[in-house]
């Protein structure tokens, strides 16, 4: 029963973890960006992601942490990519790094009028 135990507190606390970056992820992203992607807006996802994470830490029953699995699955899968479009794609990235060329205006390559 060691095994079963082991490989359950394996799947709980990776269960855990996803609540977590989901909750962090969904309070990084602006509230606008929500409103944006046509989702619920910022804070139900906050108190739906808390929830989660709540249950996971301190209620163990499992189809209580099913519905907060099954709530994060969604924001991964639906909100988080609408949310990333919405804002350029750019996700966790600061403004302007990493892409383009130092000659990259806001609306694209900037060439002088050539």
């Given amino acids: 029963m060691t095994a079963v ?28 960006a929500y409103r944006a992607a046509d989702k619920q807006n910022k804070g139900f996802w906050l108190i739906i992601l808390g929830i989660a994470v709540a249950v996971n830490l301190f209620v163990p029953m499992l189809f209580l942490q099913l519905a907060g699995l099954v709530a994060t699955i969604v924001f991964f899968v639906d909100v988080r990519p609408a949310l990333q479009h919405v804002s350029g794609g750019r996700g966790f990235r600061r403004r302007g790094g990493g892409r383009g060329s130092s000659s990259d205006g806001p609306y694209g390559p900037y060439n002088g009028g050539r």
């Fill in 5 to 32: 135990g082991g490989v359950m507190w394996l799947i709980f606390t990776a269960m855990l973890a996803l609540a977590i970056v989901a909750f962090v992820m969904a309070a990084i992203f602006r509230e606008d």
